[in-house]
């Protein structure tokens, strides 16, 4: 069965930096994008960005451009998200997801169109 595992999250003060890790088990498929989402209390899931599979392209949402990076080890089946220069508003539970796509034009941050989540792992930046 396949499984998403998303690690990395944990306590730290603003301006500190983290990475975090996605990796699919027990994973076959070779055209996807996978996507990074965060939700803070009380607050919409939010995409904040994705990467494909098969050339590498990403997306980020426009609140998040210039401090967070993706990128992806398609050996691992794993992605990866920087994040520097942390804000309290950063506060959130990250998860990862895979959307199935043909064409990297398709991948995008809208959470709906995602078809398998892992579980979150929680990031808390205090001021």
């Known amino acids: 069965e396949m499984q998403l595992v998303a690690s990395g999250g944990g306590l730290v003060q603003a301006g500190g930096s983290l990475r975090l890790s996605c990796r699919a088990f027990?994973?076959?498929?070779?055209?996807?994008?996978m996507g990074w989402f965060r939700q803070a209390p009380g607050k919409e899931r939010e995409g904040v960005s994705a990467i494909s599979s098969i050339d590498g392209r990403t997306v980020y949402a426009d609140s998040v451009k210039g401090r967070f990076t993706i990128s992806i080890d398609n050996a691992k089946h794993t992605s990866y998200l920087e994040i520097t220069n942390l804000k309290p508003e950063d506060t959130a539970v990250y998860s990862c997801?895979?959307?199935?796509?043909?064409?990297?034009?398709?991948?995008?941050?809208?959470?709906?169109?995602?078809?398998?989540w892992g579980q979150g792992t929680q990031v808390t930046v205090s001021s």
């Open positions: 027990a994973f076959t498929f070779d055209d996807y994008a």
């Open positions: 997801a895979i959307d199935w796509i043909t064409t990297s034009e398709a991948m995008g941050l809208i959470p709906t169109t995602y078809d398998y």
